[in-house]
């Protein structure tokens, strides 16, 4: 692939932004697993800001995410009024900057930095994993009161299988596709049959975040949300889009940097407790409990099949993509008994 330089585009986006502030230096500070980059930049008289570039998807739809996060940390109430970066915004709109030439079509948006207190630890004890359950349903219940304020989004989960599907059409001499198209096919299948089975279309749509892996947020010293950045997976959804991160946040062997996604943390009594904890806060009901093993096959076959190659090095991602036929969907349906969920929240 021909040097991009990333840098000039970033000059070229503040150039337009504001060009009576004059940019010291560029660093770039992105964690290198995807196609998107994020940078800080340091002005002449001492100020910073955070840059992020990305050239996957459709620049429509980075711009209306990002539309909606901004409007989102502008609306959030205490405690989380400043829990989300805000954007920079230029004659009152959310700011961003596109550049195109003969190889790239690359997006960039400006954050304001945002305060970091402590990472979460690795292994949560039982203590913290009910602490968090407690705070993810705050920060739901918070998103959920906005669903008036918040501008629309176009992407859903059926729109995104069906960009999958349309995809493997197109792009049939790739091995991923042309090996596994009748697998594919069968899961994507699966899945709609099941959402309208469970009525997912009458579920309340909010802010979603999806990856809460403990390197995405920071806690304060009571064990409270502090912040949340990496909004690459945001969207607007059912809240149960955030749980199977948030059972591999609280599992039993905690954060590791060798991964799989099986199904497996979403069975834990681990994730129980958190969910119970949860359950009091913001009540859970049978049918988003008995969705939660769609949404975790939405997630194999939306960020593991379909956007892999963008979200994790090629190595890696050929490794996900292979066990998700192997392991991922013989194991949701084999594995995931919502029963069990259920009786243990008295449901």
Known sequence: ???????????????????????KSIKDISAKVSTNHVFKVKFANGDFIIAKLSYFGKYEHFKEDHNIINCLAHNLHSPFESFLARSLTKKNELYTYRYVDEILDA??????????????????NENQISKLGEQLALFHLACNDLGEVLPPSSKTLETDIFHLLDIMEMETDKPLYSLNEKAIK??????????EKIGYKKFDSLPVFVDWNIGNFSVDENFELY??????????????????FMSRVVSDVGDRTVFSYMVDPLMEDRFILFLKSYHKVFPLTEPEIRFMKEAYRFFILNYVIKDGNYFFHYIYAT?????????????????????????????
């Not at 690459?232 to 149960?240: E, G, K, L, V």
Request: aromatic share 22%; hydrophobic share 45%; with cysteine.
């Open 1 to 23: 692939m021909k040097f991009i330089d990333f840098t000039s585009i970033i000059e070229k986006a503040w150039e337009n932004y504001n060009p009576k502030k004059v940019i």
């Open 107 to 124: 997006w960039v948006v400006f954050y304001n930095l945002i305060d970091v207190f402590k990472k979460p630890p690795r292994r949560f």
């Open 186 to 195: 069968q899961q994507c299948e699966i899945f709609f049959t099941n959402t």
């Open 227 to 244: 912040s949340r950045w990496d909004y690459d997976w945001f969207r607007m959804c059912s809240r149960i889009m955030d749980f199977y």
């Open 319 to 347: 490794k996900l993509q292979k066990e998700a036929f192997e392991l991922y969907f013989p194991s949701a349906d084999a594995n995931f008994n919502a029963d069990k969920i259920l009786n243990a929240l008295h449901i």
